[in-house]
T-cell receptor, first 112, second 110 residues
Framework: DADVTQTPRNRITKTGKRIMLECSQT?????MYWYRQDPGLGLRLIYY???????NKGEISDGYSVSRQAQAKFSLSLESAIPNQTALYFC???????????FGPGTRLTVL | QKEVEQNSGPLSVPEGAIASLNCTYS??????FFWYRQYSGKSPELIMS????GDKEDGRFTAQLNKASQYVSLLIRDSQPSDSATYLC??????????FGKGTMLLVSP
């Protein structure tokens, strides 16, 4: 979705490194989400935020942290990356249309 | 744990045929249902949303919802090779979050 950008698009890192994935949106939507996708496991919710002061854990938050620096930005951090965090990571926004979510282009993260 | 189940496929159909994709969900309180299409290595793209029992049509796509049976389906008419992708079913799971199925791979052969 053109409303949502993610950086970096690809990242290779080593075990134990700290990594930050960034998500930005241009339309001022309140609700933002982080998902990871693994082959055969589908999309799983990591964290979600409804505004700068409202951050919630999703299904698989262990090993991750987030920050909502501003309404437009929602960052996902891996404090000490491990190989099983190798996955596709997607940020999504809800435009307020009855739970409808729109996804950013994704970040492919590889942890060696 | 709220669950959304889909057959992983692949579902293979010839070009021009109707593809039928199915999804069941566990939470009877769910009110919003979505179908996303995802090409390999790309992000999910919203195709359809449906909120009421019955059918909803948009071009070649028809979503069908049966809340009593906890079942939602997607029909793709006149399937094209460009429809070959993984189709994700998503169901609202409270607090404006979605639970996704693992997806069904669709292959449309020319």
């Amino acid at each position: 979705d053109a409303d949502v950008t993610q950086t970096p698009r690809n990242r290779i890192t080593k075990t134990g490194k700290r990594i930050m994935l960034e998500c930005s949106q241009t339309k001022g939507h309140d609700r933002m989400y982080w998902y990871r996708q693994d082959p055969g496991l589908g999309l799983r919710l990591i964290y979600y935020s409804f505004d700068v002061k409202d951050i919630n854990k999703g299904e698989i938050s262990d090993g991750y942290s987030v920050s909502r620096q501003a309404q437009a930005k929602f960052s996902l951090s891996l404090e000490s990356a491990i190989p099983n965090q190798t996955a596709l990571y997607f940020c999504a926004i809800d435009r307020g249309e009855t739970d409808t979510q729109y996804f950013g282009p994704g970040t492919r993260l590889t942890v060696l | 744990q709220k669950e959304v189940e889909q057959n992983s496929g692949p579902l293979s159909v010839p070009e021009g045929a109707i593809a039928s994709l199915n999804c069941t969900y566990s939470d009877r309180g769910s009110q919003s249902f979505f179908w996303y299409r995802q090409y390999s290595g790309k992000s999910p793209e919203l195709i359809m949303s449906i909120y009421s029992n019955g059918d909803k049509e948009d071009g070649r796509f028809t979503a069908q919802l049966n809340k009593a049976s906890q079942y939602v389906s997607l029909l793709i008419r006149d399937s094209q090779p460009s429809d070959s992708a993984t189709y994700l079913c998503a169901v609202n799971s409270g607090y404006s979050t979605l639970t996704f199925g693992k997806g069904t791979m669709l292959l449309v052969s020319p």
